[in-house]
C-alpha cells in the first residue's frame, strides 16, 4: 500500500521521538527490524463478583512492513517475545496494527 500523500510516515515513525524498533520474524521466515508505537493498554474487567486484569499489547508500524505476517509470527519489542494473534489490521492511511500476546 501506497503511503498517503499528505504523510510522510517514516517522518512520524522515528525512533528520535516516540517510535521504537521491533523485530519481526515470519513463520518460517528471516528477521527483519521495524519501526513503530507500542502501547500495552491495561484494561480492568468485572463480571459479576470475577474481576479480571489484562492488557493488550499492540504495535502499529508501516503496513508494507508487515504485509508479509501472519498469525503466530514472533516480534520481540524491548526484549520481550510476543505473538501475532491475527494477521496485520490496516487501517486505510499506510498504518497496520499487530495485536500481539506474550510469547
Not at 59 to 72: G, S
Request: proline share 7%.
Amino acid at each position: 500500500m501506497v503511503s498517503p500523500a499528505w504523510d510522510d510516515l517514516d517522518a512520524f515513525l522515528q525512533v528520535d521521538d516516540f517510535a521504537i524498533e521491533a523485530t519481526v520474524t515470519p513463520r518460517g521466515g528471516v528477521p527483519r527490524q521495524i519501526k513503530g508505537v507500542f502501547d500495552e493498554p491495561y484494561f480492568n474487567t468485572q463480571l459479576g463478583e470475577y474481576e479480571a486484569d489484562t492488557t493488550q499489547p499492540r504495535f502499529t508500524c508501516k503496513a508494507v512492513d508487515v504485509a508479509d505476517l501472519q498469525d503466530k509470527a514472533e516480534v520481540e519489542i524491548n526484549g520481550q517475545p510476543y505473538f501475532l494473534l491475527t494477521n496485520p489490521q490496516e487501517d486505510g492511511t499506510g498504518m497496520a496494527v499487530l495485536q500481539l500476546a506474550r510469547g
